[in-house]
């Protein structure tokens, strides 16, 4: 029996490279799976693509009203919503603190913490009249260490721990788990791509080489621990945080010559 058989489950940015990989999965588990983008004819492809236990959802995240209209229609469509997936979110063209435009760091923190305050903040409701279920929101580990020339990034993404963590304790309570996954350099056009305005993406900021597992991250790689933390498995796990990155924040690995 697939794993998530009568569970429904909002993804935001759900037409990106880490949120399709998340909507396929789900979707094969046999979960109802809704799409959340400002992307109208990526999401609406995804979903008829899928059939009929998904749908795609036009989302802003950072708009409350339009959160509020998203988790309508998912309780329209569905009956009840039991896992919210936050993974929307969007990258600063790469700037020196000081040659950062105010409007750049407003856009990022919107999207990336506001939004992701406010699907909480709109799903929690929703949550506990289902009975309960999980949130993941996804981070980054560049929410764990400094990052040059990518402050709002990284500032949006250090405030999601403390908004995970802070939510695990307001809605425990009410059978609702809260905990965040921070990915590293994964390979998908949100890294290898540049963010508008720039002409660098942040994929040649890094090199695998160093990494204790010297390749970037597939989609998959995180949807596998995505699927572990909703699943009852992970029925005892709320305010937690997984790094996975091959190694990134270990260091250096140790060269082949040398071992």
Same mark, same amino acid.
Not at 49 to 67: K, P, T
């Given at each position: ?8 489950? %909002? ?11 998340? !909507? +396929? ?9 809704? #799409? ?31 959160? !509020? ?25 790469? $700037? ?5 435009? +105010? *409007?750049?760091?407003?856009?990022? @923190? ?7 305050? %406010?699907? =909480? ?8 009249? *289902? ?6 929101? =996804? *981070? &980054? ?17 250090? *405030?999601?721990? /403390?908004?995970? +963590?802070?939510?695990? %304790? ?5 059978? =609702?788990?809260?905990? $965040?996954?921070?990915?590293? !350099? !994964? ?36 949807? $596998?621990?995505?699927?572990? @933390?909703? &699943? ?11 790094? #996975?990155?091959? /190694? @990134?924040? @270990? ?9």
């Amino acid at each position: 029996m697939p794993r998530f058989d009568n569970q429904t489950v %909002l993804v935001t940015g759900g037409t990106g490279g880490q949120g399709a990989s998340h !909507v +396929r999965a789900l979707h094969a588990e046999g979960a109802n799976v809704v #799409i959340g983008a400002v992307d109208a004819e990526r999401g609406a492809g995804l979903a008829a693509e899928l059939g009929g236990a998904a749908r795609f959802v036009h989302l802003d995240v950072s708009q409350e009203e339009s959160w !509020v209209a998203a988790i309508a229609e998912t309780e329209r469509a569905f009956g009840a919503l039991t896992v919210l997936v936050n993974n929307a979110g969007v990258q600063n063209p790469p $700037a020196l603190i000081e040659s950062t435009q +105010r *409007a750049t760091w407003a856009r990022i @923190l919107d999207i990336n913490l506001t939004g992701t305050f %406010l699907g =909480i903040k709109t799903a929690a409701p929703a949550l506990r009249r *289902a009975g309960g279920g999980a949130i993941v929101n =996804i *981070a &980054s580990t560049m929410g764990i260490g400094g990052t040059a020339c990518y402050a709002p990034y990284v500032a949006s993404k250090w *405030a999601v721990r /403390g908004l995970t +963590r802070t939510a695990a %304790l307001e809605l425990g309570r009410d059978n =609702i788990r809260v905990n $965040a996954i921070h990915p590293g !350099v !994964v390979a998908t056009p949100f890294i290898t791509e540049p963010a508008a305005g720039s002409d660098t993406p942040i994929a040649d900021f890094y090199s695998p080489e160093p990494f204790a597992i010297p390749r970037l991250g597939q989609p998959a790689d995180i949807t $596998a621990l995505l699927l572990f @933390l909703i &699943s009852p498995h992970a029925a005892f796990i709320t305010g937690a945080e997984y790094v #996975i990155d091959g /190694g @990134l924040l @270990l260091g250096p690995a140790l060269p082949k010559e040398a071992a």
